[in-house]
């Protein structure tokens, strides 16, 4: 767990007391480390059973940009999550995966958006 909470900067995320996404920070927090610190054989990922020992390793390389990331896509949800704990486990297991492209994507549409209301 203290691997975790260095890798994620957790006591620097947490020290703002003002920082609005504290609760959801927490909440991602205990599930990364209940993936973690709970062995069994397989995990499901998106409808998909992956072997532990993959999913924990991809959890164990998550930092605090790929929390931020989930956050914000959540923020940005407006669909009906039904089941929330394996939603956000679904989306912390792709995070690292699809993080660079979603901010280009992100970006792509901010520059094209400025340059066809200037014309």
């Known amino acids: 767990m203290e691997l975790i909470r260095e890798n994620i900067d957790y006591d620097i ?8 996404d504290r609760e959801m920070y927490d909440e991602l927090y205990e599930l990364i480390c209940d993936v ?4 069994r054989k397989t995990i499901r990922i998106a409808g998909e059973d992956y072997p532990y020992n993959l999913v924990k390793s991809k959890f164990l390389k998550l930092n605090s940009q790929h929390l931020e990331y989930v956050i914000g896509c959540m923020k940005n949800n407006t669909t009906k999550v039904s089941n929330i704990k394996a939603y ?3 989306a912390l297991y792709n995070a690292p995966n699809i993080i660079n492209h979603y901010y280009t994507a992100e970006v792509n549409h901010d520059m094209y958006g400025t340059i066809y209301s200037e014309e």
Request: aromatic share 6%; proline share 7%; net charge positive.
């Open 88 to 90: 956000l486990t679904t």
């Open 36 to 39: 973690v610190c709970v062995p």
């Open 13 to 20: 995320m947490m020290s703002d007391k003002k920082w609005s």
